[in-house]
């Protein structure tokens, strides 16, 4: 693997330019004019990227759409060291970056934030589309002392296209491989001259399911003889990943006088899609012999018809999974449909700009989103596997379920943050107060339905409420003409409360009837084994940032920063209090429970970095370019790690187990690495690049988790420890305009090579790295109008690759995988005007 990355990289650099950056070092309108200034909000203020002291990647319009970037996970092949995990589902994205990221449980704040507009969006949903943007800028390392939400691995700001005093716009249309069709557009009006402008832009998106139903290939029992007389196995099964996307935003700029700006933005969004197959990947490493534990085996063979049956089920699994390894661009639907991947969401944000005088500004943004997510999910990615009917008395059995999932989450998300910035005798300053809540609007509940016979689990009820108030500031001082001094603080203080009520058929019920419901129950002497509660936590903690950075000259700035970020204390939920997860030895089934309770309270993380960076804009004889390097070294301080349900099959006994797993602080970490972007212009018509990040993740100590109290778990050692990112990950990337002009037009060749170490994983089982070529040509400005074409390529070779995790833990029977898009090609054209 290593010997042919290593010629990979070294054929790139040294090819034609076939090949484009989509990177922050080329983002202009030939191949690469890399002497344009690159301007990114990253200190909330406009600024040179070359001028700022952070490590940034910076993607403009026209960088996205020359890497064909149709949604912002997307990005990831594009952004070194970022990444994207669609663990819990299409409707979740797990971003992590340097090593950092956010557990695919909770409700809590990611450690990589996405913001629109200056306003965070929740992970749930975040996989946003990306037409009629202005850029999207990645901010790597520890964002907490400028941002609103406890960033400690960055942040990912994405702007809008705005609205200006011009009339113009652009009409989009596209084709593509699974009857993809897509139509977008923009127009931007200026109503009244110099004080009213509205831009309006949508989207909409159509694909028939690229990933097809296995399910049917079981039903022939020559060649699968366990699945005989399955009658679940047959059907007109729908397929998986499908894309069924409405968009709409407008924009509306009012400058009433001079020095005042008002901008608001709404923004709608609506999908309403089948879920993503699974592949079925195989049992984990450390799964033995029909590797359950006895009290589960004791359990699970009367239901399924004794010993014998239950030997025959898994043996059932087994053939799945080597079926879905034969035919790994499909996935067994399993009895759910299709399944479910539905969003809505609607948003709108509010910026007041008031210069009060040359040196003053005042600035307010005021955000507020509602959203609906509901996910069903064939976790396991396997068929039905026997038919049921066995008579247990009080019920007869269904067909067994392995693992599925279903959530239905509607939330409301609101943001404030008032800013006062000035500049005067070589200083800047910020100084600001932020305050955003996020709660419950709505009935919402999830469920993980493991190995029942009784069909799938009902929804809980699942309630979490977090709330944020933080003051802060930062002032860049310049100390000489090329020195500046940089210091900054945030204080927050943060909240957390949850309203759970377990598994219920006439559920899941709203924030106020849950509260209602646990009040009453609280009255009752079963109290303590109803699994209704209700609690929460407190945290209060700083933020801050110092600095120097030192302009060697006009093209070339040096610094070096220290930056502090946390995430607050969380907490497990419900609250752990009947005799299923408080240890008691007799109520499961005759025996050991486990015992949850020094899991209640996760501590807080922080993390702790040095970052030294150089930033060198050279144009020597003809040839541009910018090369920014970075080097840094963190330290993250009880990092967590979750726990699935599934390693602990006891806990489906317990009314008051977390509905899917809970988090647990797990290790200290060391965390460091250096990451390149490096942008060469030879000529003005071609342009080579590379962008690339190495990232080493040490256990410096494990925290104590108390595996004893966690009956079929297994041990917890150093390697169980998740590498959230790659070693290694990077792009190599060009573009040549080539030199024929058909009808006065340009025609431009882009490509990159994306190249991935492992990576991801649950407790240290890891996701396989891999290599994924992208190409594209454009023939821009036919006939010297408005009008463009284009033909795109992803995934040139066909590779399979393992983009997502579902279920990857060492002990398990049946472990499930996401896979990556195959080869897709597309045509477009595009008018503006």
Not at 200 to 219: E, F, M, S, V, W
Request: aromatic share 10%; charged share 15%.
């Amino acid at each position: 693997m290593k010997s042919f990355r290593l010629k990979a990289a070294l054929a790139t650099t040294v090819a034609a330019a076939t090949l484009i950056p989509a990177s922050a070092f080329a983002q202009t309108a030939d191949a690469g004019d890399s002497s344009d200034t690159i301007v990114v909000t990253a200190r909330r203020t406009s600024e040179n990227l070359q001028d700022v002291p952070v490590a940034i990647t910076a993607l403009n319009a026209a960088a996205l759409d020359r890497s064909t970037v149709q949604e912002l996970s997307d990005v990831r092949t594009i952004a070194s060291g970022l990444n994207f995990n669609s663990e819990g589902g299409k409707n979740t994205i797990n971003v992590s970056l340097r090593g950092l990221g956010q557990l695919p449980v909770g409700l809590a704040t990611p450690g990589v934030v996405t913001y629109v507009n200056n306003v965070a969006i929740p992970s749930i949903g975040s996989s946003i589309p990306t037409y009629d943007l202005g850029n999207i800028q990645v901010l790597k390392g520890p964002q907490g002392t400028l941002f609103g939400k406890t960033t400690l691995g960055g942040a990912i700001l994405v702007n809008t296209a705005p609205a200006t005093n011009e009339f113009e716009g652009y009409l989009k249309a596209t084709y593509g491989r699974w009857d993809y069709r897509a139509i977008e557009g923009a127009i931007n009006l200026p109503i009244v001259n110099d004080t009213i402008a509205l831009r309006l832009a949508g989207q909409i998106r159509r694909q028939d399911p690229r990933t097809k139903a296995l399910d049917n290939l079981l039903a022939d029992s020559t060649k699968y003889p366990g699945f005989a007389g399955i009658t679940g196995v047959t059907g007109d099964f729908p397929g998986f990943d499908d894309v069924h996307q409405d968009s709409f935003r407008a924009t509306l700029k009012i400058t009433p006088g001079s020095g005042i700006t008002n901008t608001t933005v709404f923004e709608y969004f609506k999908a309403d899609e089948l879920a993503t197959g699974l592949y079925a990947f195989g049992k984990g490493p450390g799964f033995a012999i029909l590797g359950f534990s006895p009290s589960f085996v004791a359990r699970l063979a009367p239901a399924v018809g004794g010993t014998a049956a239950l030997n025959q089920l898994l043996a059932n699994g087994v053939t799945a999974q080597g079926v879905s390894g034969a035919n790994p661009r499909g996935a067994f639907d399993g009895g759910i449909n299709g399944g479910v991947a539905d969003r809505k969401m609607y948003g709108l944000v509010n910026t007041l700009e008031i210069e009060l005088s040359d040196n003053l500004t005042f600035r307010n943004i005021f955000g507020y989103r509602k959203s609906r997510n509901e996910q069903l999910i064939n976790t396991a990615g396997l068929p039905i596997m026997d038919n049921g009917g066995v008579n247990l008395g009080p019920v007869v059995t269904q067909p067994i379920i392995p693992y599925w999932a279903s959530q239905v989450y509607r939330r409301y998300y609101l943001d404030t943050e008032s800013q006062l910035l000035w500049e005067s005798d070589g200083i800047k300053g910020i100084l600001g107060a932020y305050y955003s809540v996020d709660g419950p609007d709505g009935a919402s509940g999830s469920n993980f339905t493991q190995f029942s016979v009784t069909g799938p689990n009902a929804r809980t009820t699942e309630h979490v409420k977090n709330r944020n108030f933080s003051i802060f500031g930062q002032v860049n001082i310049d100390l000489t003409d090329q020195l500046t001094l940089n210091l900054g603080g945030r204080y927050g203080w943060d909240k957390q409360t949850f309203c759970y009520l377990p598994a219920n058929r006439a559920g899941p019920f709203g924030y106020g009837s849950c509260k209602d419901q646990v009040a009453a129950a609280n009255q009752l002497p079963t109290a303590n084994a109803d699994g209704k509660s209700v609690g929460g936590v407190k945290d209060n903690a700083p933020a801050w940032t110092i600095g120097l950075d030192y302009k060697v000259n006009d093209d070339w700035m040096v610094y070096i920063a220290s930056r502090r970020g946390y995430r607050p204390k969380l907490t497990n939920y419900p609250v752990y209090e009947s005799p299923f997860v408080t240890g008691d030895p007799t109520a499961c089934a005759g025996f050991q429970c486990p015992d949850l309770r020094s899991f209640q309270t996760v501590k807080r993380e922080t993390v702790t970095d040095v970052e030294i960076g150089s930033k060198l804009s050279f144009n020597t004889g003809g040839t541009r370019g910018r090369f920014n390097i970075a080097a840094f070294y963190s330290k993250y301080k009880n990092a967590t790690q979750f726990i699935s349900n599934s390693s602990i099959p006891l806990l489906a006994l317990a009314p008051d187990a977390s509905p899917a797993a809970l988090i647990a602080n797990a290790a200290d970490l060391s965390i460091y690495g250096v990451e390149v972007d490096l942008s060469v212009s030879p000529t003005p018509s071609i342009t080579f690049a590379f962008n690339g990040a190495y990232t080493k993740t040490e256990v410096d100590k494990l925290l104590p988790i108390d595996t004893t109290k966690l009956p079929g778990f297994g041990s917890f050692t150093k390697a169980s420890v998740n590498r959230l990112t790659p070693k290694f990950s990077g792009t190599f990337s060009g573009t040549w305009i080539l030199p024929v002009h058909p009808m006065d037009g340009d025609l431009v060749l882009n490509g990159d090579l994306y190249i991935t170490d492992d990576y991801g994983g649950q407790q240290g089982f890891q996701l396989k790295g891999y290599e994924l070529a992208n190409a594209r040509l454009d023939w821009k400005g036919i006939g010297g109008t408005g009008l463009d074409l284009g033909v795109f390529v992803k995934n040139v070779f066909d590779k399979e690759y393992e983009s997502g995790v579902s279920i990857l833990l060492p002990n398990q029977p049946f472990n499930s995988l996401y896979l990556g898009q195959p080869r897709t090609w597309g045509v477009e054209a595009k008018y503006s005007f």
